[in-house]
């Protein structure tokens, strides 16, 4: 499948799409951003290059209620954000920055090819396609399908953060791989993940959001 032509590789993700309609069910859970969490999440995004504006909800908070996962528009400002899911706990954040520090991205990339099924790994990344296309407005569909069909292709045919061949098993950063995991409730990978993120709490949360 590496091998593929870029075509072969969209017809690929064209034809898993089409099993897979049932996906959009995980968004059932996304909780509004409350003037409370927008508070918390500015003070975990310092130092940080993220504009607040572009997240739409909340995925993912943590037993004390600090949001974890972050919803994103997949535009802003007419460009393409395809990282659905942004991972704002800066908890996790640290602990991602210490194991892709030690090599996991590498390690991460070595277990999904040896254990991972690659049609459950390619429907896993379609459907980001999917939950990114429900989130986009009617004007803004009909507005790309005119003017911006590279970009619209872009968001319907990428994978897990915006990468371009889903069909290869290359993880990106693990900032990505997490956020998607805690967001959806699953990932293909998710037995390495538990291995290497035991605790998905920290015990002190003014630490880490206040």
């Known amino acids: 499948m590496a091998g593929a032509r870029?075509?072969?590789?969209?017809?690929?993700l064209q034809n898993n799409l089409s099993k897979i309609k049932g996906l959009l069910q995980p968004l059932l859970y996304?909780?509004?951003i409350f003037p409370g969490d927008e508070r918390v999440i500015l003070r975990q995004?310092?130092?940080r290059n993220f504009n607040s504006s572009i997240a739409v909800g909340i995925v993912k908070r943590c037993r004390l209620g600090k949001p974890q996962v972050l919803l994103c528009a997949p535009l802003f400002e007419l460009k393409p954000f395809p990282t659905t899911f942004w991972l704002s706990c800066p908890y996790l954040v640290s602990m991602c920055g210490k194991e892709e520090a030690a090599g996991g991205v590498k390690q991460l990339e070595s277990y999904a090819k040896n254990y991972i099924d690659s049609e459950r790994w390619i429907n896993f990344n379609v459907k980001h396609g999917v939950i990114r296309l429900f989130l986009l407005s009617e004007g803004e569909k009909l507005f790309l399908s005119k003017v911006g069909k590279n970009i619209f292709d872009r968001l319907r045919l990428s994978g897990i953060g915006g990468m371009g061949c889903p069909v290869e098993m290359r993880m990106k950063c693990l900032h990505l791989q997490v956020a998607s995991w805690l967001a959806l409730g699953e990932h293909p990978a998710e037995g390495w993940l538990k291995?290497?993120?035991?605790?998905l709490e920290c015990d002190n949360p003014d630490r880490y959001c206040t």
């Open 6 to 12: 870029p075509e072969a590789k969209g017809k690929t």
């Open 30 to 32: 996304i909780q509004q």
């Open 45 to 47: 995004m310092r130092g």
């Open 195 to 199: 291995g290497r993120f035991t605790e």
